[in-house]
């Protein structure tokens, strides 16, 4: 049953009548309150063509955190025609598929652009997933070519398609390990006759757990990432009038994950922004390459703002001068870390957002002025975009200030599911409408705020984890009678999986047996974390695991 999350609004109040203009009692559609905004009509447009279009003073476009090794935008566009050209004289057709099992470096934008410049599709995935987890991506998608870690290719050869090893930088691009990627990027970057890529030809699948169930492969079009180029990133640039050659953001979030990709490798290369890369999180090389390289902008996800919040607290102030603004997004925040953060760096601007993999990272995000903040809201709605608040069990539409399933329409909602009708047409509707799995409400200002989630998946440290991954890794051992897996509430990583067991009669299982069990089998941070015995899993009359009444159960322990 819907709640209500602030003093429920008399539709016949004055008040209410004012803002009308962004919620409509009768249809029960929430639009936003910024005026649309034009997209392009070319139906013959391909992303990457988008994002160069564009005329900015940028100088540097990508450097290397740890070595300084950078990459221009003068080299940047030739660069990622070098990729789609050697690319095709390997083979790479458009409409094949390319996996990209590589962590963030400076050359995954280029790859990334270069298939998409090719009419190639992506499918980025995780360099620490398990064999088995790539060979179901590489098979359900299939992937015809992978760049990979250098050292992960002899282990990964199994698989039975062309590898190719990706470099960290320049000095080891010139290493006879990496010559295949080098001729991919020092070669013609003539392409003729160009490809004629559409707008609604597909760009990339990126796996999600969407809103329950097992991974699924999001396919993603080239209109939704010009879409979400326009509406998230190049839009809050004019709202905070970023200038491009002078802003610096720092890319540690993951770049196969829908919110890395979309920053690092595409909408911020529109603007001129340089972005400094780092291959993984560590708190104090974080704050070391902020002033450095005078970093003006850090997205993150929560785990990562408290662990810099903790960083930073009883340092020199003199630390982090350059830092204009933190955004985060990905998974839910407390009001306590969120007033930690503001009173630990009260100078810096802090915002939230909210985006799915299904609607390409589009959604909301927060602005705040001199005159209004709202530190707690997950933002206002992005131009174009169309938003209902649905009571969950009633179907009802609700108004502002009673809270509901999320629904969102808009030009950057996914195609689809990879082949699983059944799954795209139980979360976008006939008449397009994406449900989210998120309960939410808007306030009076048009604010939208995150109260609970519907759905099943886990996010820890920013990662999504479906229960139903890990349930059927567990479910093959010969000891395990039943399971279900919930995700309950951690301080530091925002959410762990906890798997509930019902071991077999005569079993002697062990907690430790069943973790390693599963460690051996999925990427780390999938692991389990801990493990309940129990006599029997809760089910609904439909047989649906209630997770929800698991997590009570955990937390009563606690």
Not at 299 to 308: D, S
Not at 357 to 375: I, L, Q
Not at 460 to 473: F, R, S
Not at 485 to 490: H, S
Request: glycine share 6%; with cysteine; net charge neutral.
């Amino acid at each position: 049953m819907a709640t209500n999350a602030s003093n429920h609004l008399d539709c016949n109040e004055p008040e209410f009548a004012s803002r009308r203009s962004w919620y409509s009692p009768e249809t029960g559609i929430y639009t936003s309150k910024h005026a649309p905004v034009e997209l392009p009509s070319d139906p013959f447009l391909d992303v990457v063509s988008y994002i160069f279009s564009y005329q900015h003073n940028g100088d540097l476009a990508l450097k290397d955190s740890s070595s300084g090794f950078s990459i221009s935008y003068s080299e940047l566009f030739p660069l990622v025609k070098s990729m789609a050209s050697g690319l095709r004289k390997m083979g790479v057709s458009q409409g094949d598929v390319v996996l990209l099992l590589i962590p963030n470096s400076v050359y995954y934008p280029i790859v990334f652009l270069g298939v998409l410049y090719l009419g190639a599709i992506v499918t980025p995935l995780n360099p620490l997933s398990h064999i088995s987890e790539i060979r179901k991506q590489v098979a359900e998608c299939g992937v015809s070519l992978a760049f990979t870690l250098q050292e992960k290719i002899r282990k990964l050869q199994s698989l039975g398609i062309p590898l190719i090893g990706v470099p960290e930088n320049m000095k080891e691009l010139k290493c006879s390990d990496f010559s295949v990627f080098y001729n991919l990027v020092s070669g013609s970057s003539d392409l003729f006759p160009r490809p004629v890529i559409k707008q609604e030809d597909r760009a990339a699948i990126i796996y999600s757990s969407g809103t329950t169930g097992v991974s699924k492969g999001v396919v993603l079009t080239h209109r939704n990432f010009i879409s979400m180029v326009k509406l998230f990133v190049r839009f809050e640039a004019s709202q905070y009038e970023y200038s491009s050659s002078k802003n610096v953001f720092l890319a540690v979030l993951p770049m196969f994950h829908i919110y890395g990709l979309s920053l690092f490798a595409t909408g911020l290369l529109s603007l001129g922004s340089m972005v400094v890369v780092m291959r993984t999180y560590n708190t104090n090389e974080v704050i070391k390459v902020i002033d450095k390289y005078r970093v003006t902008h850090f997205p993150v996800v929560p785990p990562i703002l408290t662990a810099l919040t903790k960083g930073v607290n009883g340092m020199n102030r003199s630390y982090l001068q350059s830092l204009i603004q933190v955004s985060c997004g990905a998974a839910p925040l407390s009001i306590k870390t969120i007033e930690d953060f503001i009173h630990t760096l009260p100078n810096v601007d802090f915002i939230q957002g909210y985006g799915m993999t299904e609607s390409t990272a589009v959604g909301t995000r927060g602005f705040n002025t001199e005159k209004f903040r709202n530190y707690s809201s997950i933002g206002l709605l992005a131009p174009n975009m169309e938003a209902k608040v649905v009571d969950w069990n009633t179907g009802a539409f609700l108004p502002p200030g009673s809270s509901g399933e999320l629904w969102l329409r808009g030009p950057s909602i996914m195609r689809g599911y990879l082949n699983n009708d059944e799954a795209t047409m139980s979360t976008v509707d006939k008449n397009g409408w994406l449900h989210t799995g998120d309960v939410v409400w808007f306030d009076q200002d048009g604010y939208l705020h995150l109260s609970d989630r519907l759905k099943d998946i886990i996010k820890y440290k920013g990662y999504q984890i479906a229960p139903a991954d890990l349930e059927t890794v567990l479910l093959l051992h010969p000891e395990i009678a039943d399971v279900a897996v919930a995700g309950v509430n951690d301080e530091e990583t925002g959410e762990m999986p906890v798997a509930f067991v019902v071991k077999k009669v005569g079993s002697a299982l062990s907690q430790k047996a069943i973790l390693d069990y599963v460690a051996h089998q999925v990427a780390p941070y999938k692991k389990v974390r801990k493990v309940v015995f129990t006599d029997s899993i809760p089910r609904s009359a439909a047989g649906k695991i209630l997770r929800r009444q698991l997590r009570n159960c955990l937390t009563s322990k606690l």
